[in-house]
């Protein structure tokens, strides 16, 4: 018997273990992502402007906005500032420290090497600006994260209430409900990240943070107002 209850417990364990894995995961998945989809633009001419200034307006529109929206946090006093930081301390290592920015700013004046700054530049500028994007979108999903939890503060108490209703109402139980609305709690988060963190072009962060905030209130909710365990 307390072999099967450690054998049961295991599992447990190893999924809130890989929770971090998850979200970790989730973060490189959603950036090789937004990259993949920024490279295919600009290989079918499908971006305008062209090439890697479509990234570069992103990016500074989504800077523009985080600028002027998120001037104070809860989470962090001087959130632009740090964001600043983050951009040079992202620039500095990625291309600078690897020579890329002086081959970009003085590419070799031999045919090959004139061949591949001629061809592979954009790709090069537009991965960097791409970087800078998903670092502001990242800490834009961060210091919105209150929003969530209120979300989710919101979901407990209304899905308890829901319960209470439905117990005293001899309403019915489905444990079908209860097992798949919580499997999609976490996912919900999961995909309004990818979505927003690889979406190709600008878009005010309200747009989805918030519709996913209200969306994993209610998840939250209809996943307790169908547990059917005594509190």
């Known amino acids: 018997m307390a072999g099967n209850e450690q054998d049961k417990s295991q599992p447990e364990k190893k999924k809130k273990e890989f929770l971090p894995c ?3 995961g989730t973060l490189i998945f959603s950036l090789l992502l937004s990259i993949v989809i920024e490279w295919v633009g600009i290989a079918f001419q499908y971006w305008e402007p062209p090439g890697y200034l479509h990234s570069k307006l992103v990016m500074k529109n989504e800077f523009g906005w985080f600028s002027t929206e998120f001037q104070k946090s809860l989470l962090y006093s001087t959130p632009v500032e740090f964001v600043e930081w983050a951009i040079l301390q992202t620039h500095h290592w990625l291309f600078v420290r690897t020579g890329i920015q002086a081959w970009l700013n003085d590419p070799s004046s031999s045919e090959w090497g004139a061949w591949i700054y001629h ?3 954009d790709y090069v500028e537009s991965a960097l600006y791409v970087i800078i994007t998903f670092i502001i979108r990242l800490m834009i999903i961060v210091l919105t994260s209150p929003l969530f939890l209120l979300a989710a503060l919101v979901g407990i108490v209304d899905g308890l209430v829901q319960r209470d209703l439905r117990r ?6 489905s444990a079908f409900k209860y097992h798949h609305a919580k499997r999609a709690i976490f996912p919900v988060m999961l995909v309004a990240w990818i979505l927003y963190l690889s979406i190709p072009f600008s878009i005010h962060p ?10 994993f209130g209610l998840t939250i ?10 509190l």
């Open 221 to 230: 909710s209809f996943t307790l107002s169908n547990f059917k365990k005594h």
């Open 22 to 24: 998850k979200v970790i």
């Open 168 to 173: 005293f109402g001899v309403g019915r139980e």
């Open 206 to 215: 309200n747009w989805i943070l918030i519709p996913s905030a209200v969306f």
């Open 119 to 121: 061809y592979l530049r």
